[in-house]
């Protein structure tokens, strides 16, 4: 069984920066892929950034040029750097682990942490 747990989140103002954790135990961090993905109240859940077992990263539009997600193999760890926030990007984050070849079939989540930006 694999958990996940995520840390950091909490409140912040507009334009300032926070960075979450998520830990996963388990022998499997090293061959999945990892997300991070944010629910807002009344909206569905959205995938904010991915690394590949090898490193490869992809952002949502909205993040572009203020998150920055990166993954310590050896610490079985992957974070979220998130500068420049704003109002919008208030939202519960959650921690995704995906198998590569088998994503609908091998996948977790964590609990979730909530990050709110605001004045």
């Not at 979450?20 to 944010?38: E, H, K, P």
């Not at 974070?79 to 208030?90: H, P």
Request: include cysteine; glycine fraction near 12%; hydrophobic fraction near 30%.
């Amino acid at each position: 069984q694999v958990q996940l747990v995520e840390s950091g989140g909490g409140l912040v103002q507009p334009g300032g920066s926070l960075r979450l954790s998520c830990a996963a135990s388990g022998s499997i961090f090293n061959n999945y892929n990892m997300g991070w993905y944010r629910q807002a109240p009344g909206k569905q859940r959205e995938l904010v950034a991915g690394i590949t077992f090898g490193g490869t990263t992809n952002y949502a539009d909205s993040v572009k040029g203020r998150f920055t997600i990166s993954r310590d193999n050896a610490k079985n760890t992957v974070n979220l750097q998130m500068d420049s926030l704003k109002s919008e990007d208030t939202a519960v984050y959650y921690c995704n682990a995906k198998h590569p070849r088998l994503p609908n079939v091998y996948y977790y989540w964590g609990q979730g942490t909530q990050v709110s930006v605001s004045a």
